[in-house]
């Protein structure tokens, strides 16, 4: 099965700057990758997906890249304020099938 | 829009008790999806409806879980007997079909004793 790895060190960022997330994976390429805020008490939610053949996705403040060549996906967040403070969870189907497979998450805190 | 409904919030139990989950998605969501998530790990999918039959449920320890999805509506996740191991949140999540946005609820944060 697909094996998906995230920093498990929460990252410390200060309000304003850009905060980089990694989402690596093993094996085969998935068609397409999501990524999931949770806040602790709360289910995840959907942010953004791509597809392996974008290099690129943005959602306001959010930039996605999917890398299927180094199998690796990055995650920012511009101009990070404290609201931003969550866990961050890549998702990929896993190989042969629909199954999402999540990866343990990175926590982000941001410092006013 | 009414998001994804799960009750209870939390649930204390001994081991060896049973429990039972119960989960409302969102209206119209065809798939409905049971997860595990232990302290510190993402999500693991236990069981995947569409309507009410089963998709997969390659993960799901059937000696102890069971789940159904009453009339493709509803459903249920229930534990019988518990063990230690099983103390994590329970998700349920939602979606249009199989492969779309999932929508996740707020879980059920069950601890065994």
């Known amino acids: 099965s697909q094996k998906i790895e995230q920093n498990s060190e929460a990252l410390n960022i200060q309000e304003g700057k850009t905060a980089t997330l990694t989402c690596n994976y093993t094996?085969?390429?998935?068609?397409?990758l999501q990524w999931y805020r949770q806040d602790p008490g709360r289910g995840p939610v959907f942010l953004l997906l791509?597809?392996?053949?974008?290099k690129e996705k943005r959602k306001e403040r959010l930039k996605v890249t999917f890398d299927t060549t180094l199998k690796q996906s990055l995650f920012h967040i511009t101009a990070s304020q404290p609201a931003d403070s969550a866990t961050y969870l890549c998702?990929?189907?896993?190989?042969?099938?629909?199954?999402?497979?999540f990866g343990k998450g990175n926590q982000v805190v941001v410092i006013p | 829009e009414a998001g994804v409904a799960q009750s209870p919030r939390y649930k204390i139990i001994e081991k060896r008790q049973s429990v039972a989950f119960w989960c409302n998605p969102i209206?119209?969501?065809?798939?409905l999806y049971w997860y595990q998530q232990i302290l510190g790990q993402g999500p693991k999918l236990l069981i995947q409806?569409?309507?009410?039959?089963?998709?997969?449920d390659s993960q799901l320890p059937k000696d102890r879980f069971s789940a159904e999805r009453l009339k493709g509506v509803d459903s249920t996740l229930k534990i019988q007997p518990a063990k230690l191991e099983d103390s994590a949140v329970y998700l349920c999540?939602?979606?249009?079909?199989?492969?779309?946005?999932?929508?996740f609820g707020p879980g059920t944060r069950l601890t065994v004793l």
């Open positions: 409806f569409q309507n009410n039959g089963v998709v997969d």
């Open positions: 998702a990929l189907p896993d190989y042969g099938n629909n199954r999402l497979a």
């Open positions: 094996n085969y390429s998935p068609a397409y």
């Open positions: 999540a939602s979606s249009l079909g199989g492969g779309d946005t999932q929508y």
């Open positions: 791509i597809r392996e053949n974008e």
């Open positions: 209206s119209g969501h065809a798939t």
